[in-house]
């Protein structure tokens, strides 16, 4: 069965900085992987798909890369804002859709 | 995108009752999923609701305790039967025209039992 799984579990840095969350998976047969945003008490929004034929995906301040034959996903947060505090998902495609565990990210203004 | 609205947003419920949590999308989607988010903790997929069959369900999740309906290609409502506290979770629903594609998601129901 694959296992989704990602570091760190929450996060907190100074409004500006540049970030990095991780995502990885243990099955490499995927169709693909979608990174969301759940704010709390909310539903998910979509942020990228990344198709199991790339390697990342833009948009804006966001910069999401995936290398399937390691397991690995990142989102690249840049210049990080108040606003993006919020829980950050990734999501692989198999048979059915497997969700990571989150990293709670929190900008400090 | 397909917009997804899902009713009730949040609601209170008496421990035994049962409550029916509607999804309703804007286009025909070929697949709607339903989940359970319980506090502090990721998705668990409960089921792929079915256009006009039963819904497929995952493994811990029994039609019983969470009939699906999917009478068409736009709306699935989802059941949660004798709730007891342990039932208190988000409930989303999200739809894709496949797993090769993306999904997106309703704003969930928050589901307190008392």
């Known amino acids: 069965k694959q296992e989704v799984t990602q570091i760190p579990a929450a996060l907190s840095v100074p409004e500006g900085e540049n970030l990095v969350l991780n995502c990885s998976f243990t099955d490499s047969a995927i169709y693909n992987l979608q990174w969301f945003r759940q704010d709390p008490g909310k539903g998910l929004t979509s942020l990228l798909l990344i198709q199991s034929s790339q390697r990342e995906q833009t948009s804006g301040r966001l910069n999401a890369s995936l290398d399937k034959s390691s397991g690995r996903s990142t989102l690249y947060i840049a210049a990080s804002q108040p606003g993006d505090s919020a829980t950050y998902l990734c999501?692989?495609?198999?048979?059915?859709?497997?969700f990571g565990t989150g990293t709670s990210l929190t900008v400090i203004p | 995108s397909a917009v997804i609205s899902q009713k009730p947003s949040r609601d209170i419920c008496q421990r035994g009752t049962s409550l029916t949590i509607q999804c309703q999308v804007d286009s025909q989607v070929t697949m709607m999923f339903w989940y359970r988010q319980q506090p502090g903790q990721s998705l668990t997929l409960i089921a792929t609701?079915?256009?006009?069959?039963?819904?497929?369900?995952e493994s811990g999740f029994v039609i019983d305790k969470f009939p699906i309906s999917r009478p068409n290609l736009t709306f699935s409502t989802l059941t949660v039967s004798n709730m007891s506290p342990e039932d208190s979770s988000i409930y989303l629903c999200?739809?894709?025209?496949?797993?090769?594609?993306?999904?997106?998601f309703g704003d969930g129901t928050r589901l307190s039992i008392l």
């Open positions: 999501a692989v495609s198999g048979n059915q859709f497997y």
């Open positions: 609701a079915n256009q006009g069959s039963e819904a497929t369900y």
């Open positions: 999200s739809v894709g025209q496949g797993t090769d594609q993306p999904q997106h």
